[in-house]
């Protein structure tokens, strides 16, 4: 792991340095994560550090190199398949931990829209459930259909969600607004469970009976 010794900016001449502090690159990201990876900026990240902001440029030329190694640090923890029984056990273990992560990584959702090549960060990820689906026949079409299917209804699903919980200046949260721009007599209930899982778990499942009848390839 690099380590970087943030030098002051300026010495007078003749000034005894003091004791240089130091930080890693698993430093940074833990300050990213902290300030949320939608969100963080390169300023905040050497607020938490203590340090001025170009000695973060030391590790990463740019935010872009940070969000990539923050993507590539979650998708290093991503649970692989391992003999599970059949395709729909894979592809709920697939729908569990695109949930997990979105869960731990607050911000994960959004970045995954906003930045382009996101994806290409869990190629090797993808290629194992790809692999696992193979052993159930399915064609690596097949299996990057759903894997991309599914993938996006829960980090979609989980951007509402985080909306839903995200709670504004007056304390009032996205979910109480909702509650509050219904009409009484609306066909749409907020309910609680808007929040959490439960409606993503019925979604993944209407997609599994779906692709019992049909799988397409892309």
Same mark, same amino acid.
């Given at each position: ?22 930080? +890693? ?14 969100? #963080? +900026? ?10 001025? +902001?170009?000695?973060? $440029? ?54 995954? $829209?906003? $930045?382009?090549?996101?994806?290409? !960060? ?6 194992? $459930? ?18 991309? #299917?599914?993938?996006? +209804? ?20 996205? #979910? ?18 808007? !929040? ?23």
């Amino acid at each position: 792991m690099s380590q970087v010794n943030v030098d002051a900016a300026a010495r007078a001449p003749g000034k005894k340095a003091g004791r240089k502090p130091a930080f +890693t690159e698993d430093d940074v990201l833990a300050a990213v994560f902290d300030e949320r990876l939608d969100r #963080f +900026t390169m300023a905040a990240i050497a607020r938490r550090l203590g340090v001025v +902001t170009p000695a973060i $440029y030391r590790l990463f030329p740019s935010r872009e190199e940070i969000v990539v190694a923050c993507l590539d640090r979650i998708a290093g923890g991503i649970r692989l398949p391992e003999n599970e029984t059949d395709w729909g056990a894979v592809l709920r273990l697939w729908a569990d931990e695109c949930w997990r992560v979105c869960e731990d990584f607050p911000g994960l959702s959004r970045v995954v $829209y906003d $930045y382009a090549p996101a994806f290409t !960060r869990i190629e090797g990820i993808i290629a194992e $459930y790809a692999r696992a689906l193979a052993v159930h026949g399915k064609t690596a079409g097949q299996a990057m259909f759903a894997l991309d #299917f599914i993938g996006d +209804t829960v980090f979609a699903c989980h951007l509402g969600v985080e909306s839903l919980r995200e709670v504004d200046g007056r304390g009032v949260s996205g #979910f109480d607004r909702v509650k509050d721009a219904v009409a009484s007599s609306s066909i749409i209930e907020p309910r609680e469970s808007w !929040r959490e899982r439960g409606v993503v778990d019925a979604k993944i499942e209407f997609i599994l009976v779906g692709l019992e009848h049909h799988w397409p390839e892309i």
